[in-house]
């Protein structure tokens, strides 16, 4: 525990003298809309609010790969029974494109309750404030199950919600709690986005994680 502690605190230290040094400026273009808003917020194929475009003067990708890596560190070894990430193939996630995360039973206690999170990446480029998914799962079940989700990832006012430095941010949204899971059973999710367009862009990968209630709740 102590020499990862310490490998996070290299990092974070690393981290603070990049952004110290690399100054770089996010440049806010608004464009006017009669519905009004700070971001765009997509429902369907709908659109309302306004724009946000953010120009970035420097290559900050050296800062965001330092900082993805601190975050893999922080999350290991805190009792995850699941969890993986996958990239979004050349920054653009296509309307038709589903992401399948087949998860390994084994680390799964009979009788122990788990909740389970989506987990997502973005950067500068992602143009809404809000993201709707579908999620087609068998967690718990033998039938697969399809909801909708919709997850705010900024507020009124344009700031992102996730935990970041710089242009990259990490997002961790609730889907459900308490579920039931044993080692026998072959558990699969699905993710699709539902915003509407062709390709979405702005979201570099997308996640899963399943870890025990009794843990979470700490």
Known sequence: ???????????????????????????????????????P???????????????????????????????????????????????????????????????????FIPGEKYDITIELTTNSMYPYHDLWLQVEENLGDTVFQIDT???TLADEHGRWLGSGIGVGYQF???????????SASLYELRLRQLMGTTSLTGV???GVKVMPSSIALR
């Not at 999350?75 to 979004?88: H, L, N, V």
């Not at 961790?172 to 044993?182: A, I, K, Q």
Request: aromatic letters at 8%.
């Open 149 to 151: 989700m919709h997850y």
């Open 204 to 206: 570099d990968r997308a």
């Open 41 to 107: 917020v997509r429902r369907g194929a709908e659109s309302h609010g306004k724009r946000i475009l953010a120009v970035v003067t420097r290559n900050r990708i050296p800062l965001l790969s330092a900082v993805l890596l601190l975050v893999s560190i922080a999350s290991c070894s805190r009792g995850e029974a699941y969890f993986k990430f996958q990239p979004i193939q050349k920054g653009k996630w296509h309307q038709d494109s589903v992401i399948t995360f087949r998860m390994d039973s084994v680390s």
């Open 172 to 182: 961790s949204f609730p889907y459900r709690g308490g579920v039931l899971l044993d």
């Open 1 to 39: 525990m102590q020499v990862k502690m310490s490998i996070t605190m290299i990092f974070l230290k690393t981290i603070t003298s990049l952004a110290s040094t690399n100054l770089y400026m996010i440049k806010i273009e608004k464009e006017e809309n009669l519905a009004g808003g700070i971001l």
